[in-house]
């Protein structure tokens, strides 16, 4: 073999493993993107339930949760 079909092979076989690494960086990058979008839903209703619990907390009690005047 030639120099230039020797740094020819070697360049392929560069960019083969560049080429899997690339693939297994974008799969990397989906999982993580699943993982975060998971993550967001979770965080919506964790806000949603801290809003919920507010609102419980900020409301006047009903009448007959009010203890009676000697307490």
Do not use: F
């Amino acid at each position: 073999m030639s120099d230039v079909d020797l740094r020819i092979a070697e360049l392929e076989s560069h960019i083969a493993h560049q080429e899997a690494t690339i693939r297994d960086l974008s799969d990397t990058v989906a999982g993580q993107w699943k993982v975060v979008d998971e993550l967001v839903v979770k965080v919506e209703r964790l806000k949603e339930r801290l809003l919920a619990l507010e609102e419980e907390v900020k409301s006047p009690p009903l009448k007959g949760d009010v203890p009676p005047p000697h307490y």
